[in-house]
């Protein structure tokens, strides 16, 4: 058996102040902080499709197909014997959850980033001019699931 001695390759110290050396072949020091992803840069719209009167956002569609796949996911489930719910009890969840995740995205984006839209209280309804907040459609599903 071949027993090596651990060494320690570090090389000269350093002189004080002097940088790290970069380490890849674009003269990037290993210590640089990546800036993150400007999407305006990129130049992708939010607006999948434009039918004229309704526009289609990546957002909405994004929301509608979550909610398709754990609806037929849900319903996989149930279809096994000794399941915990009807077909009625899981189409009656997923309806609560969806009016769970809609009001409370809405109302907590409201809450947290506009708390001023509660001055004019119908322009919390457009929701044409954007505004859904995670934690609120987590609140709103939690409350869904409680009642």
Not at 121 to 145: C, I, Y
Request: glycine share 10%.
């Amino acid at each position: 058996m071949l027993i090596l001695p651990l060494t320690n390759k570090k090389g000269p110290p350093r002189k004080p102040g002097r940088a790290a050396k970069p380490c890849c072949r674009f003269n990037t020091p290993l210590y640089t902080t990546p800036m993150p992803i400007q999407f305006a840069d990129l130049g992708l719209s939010p607006v999948a499709f434009d039918l004229g009167v309704i526009q289609l956002r990546w957002y909405a569609i994004s929301y509608v197909a979550m909610i398709a796949i754990g609806w037929w996911y849900l319903l996989k489930l149930i279809a096994r014997p000794g399941a915990p719910m009807s077909r009625k009890h899981a189409d009656d969840l997923v309806t609560w959850i969806m009016i769970g995740v809609l009001a409370g995205g809405r109302l907590g984006y409201c809450l947290v980033y506009k708390p001023e839209i509660f001055l004019t209280p119908w322009k919390v309804l457009e929701l044409w001019n954007g505004g859904m907040s995670l934690h609120g459609g987590l609140v709103g599903v939690l409350l869904a699931l409680w009642w």
